[in-house]
């Protein structure tokens, strides 16, 4: 979301150049620094906020399971996609929705090339081994906890 100053600055251009084409009306006028600065520290932030969220292999993580499929368990790792792993036989009946898991996250998004495609396709799917069930006390500041 454009911060609201840039956001109206946007407009008035939008109105301005009703007479000739946006893009030449932008070319012509040079917008001032206070807005290149604002808009520079909006891409940093942007960009860091992006490398954050992007889930490191092999870091990990606490999540929230969402929702349970026999055995599956679908864990909420606030990454693009949840992880999907299996209930451990010995206290399955303690992964229950809502419950918060500590797992090693291995891949944050499962791709592969299908058929001699050119592209990967995608699982819709994180993969993550399931290390333990957490207290609901529990929270380190060392892990990856997106919930509060």
């Known amino acids: 979301m ?8 946007f407009l008035n251009v939008h109105v301005k150049c009703r007479g000739m084409s946006c893009s030449s009306y932008l070319l012509n006028n040079e917008v001032p620094t206070e807005e290149k600065d604002e808009i520079d520290e909006f891409e940093s932030l942007l960009i860091e906020s992006i490398e954050e ?5 092999g870091r990990l993580v606490m999540g929230r399971i969402v929702h349970r499929v026999n055995d599956d368990l679908y864990v909420d790792m606030n990454l693009k ?3 999907v792993v299996k209930a451990p036989e010995k206290e399955r009946q303690k992964y229950t929705i809502g419950k918060n898991v500590l797992m090693r996250l291995i891949d944050p998004e499962l791709s592969e090339k299908f058929l001699g495609s050119k592209r990967d396709l995608t699982l819709l799917e994180a993969d993550a081994i399931l290390i333990k069930l957490l207290d609901d006390g529990l929270v380190d500041d060392n892990l990856s906890y997106p919930f509060k």
Do not use: C, D, V
């Open 81 to 83: 996609f949840n992880a």
């Open 2 to 9: 454009l911060p609201r100053n840039l956001f109206q600055k």
């Open 53 to 57: 969220t992007k889930g490191e292999e």
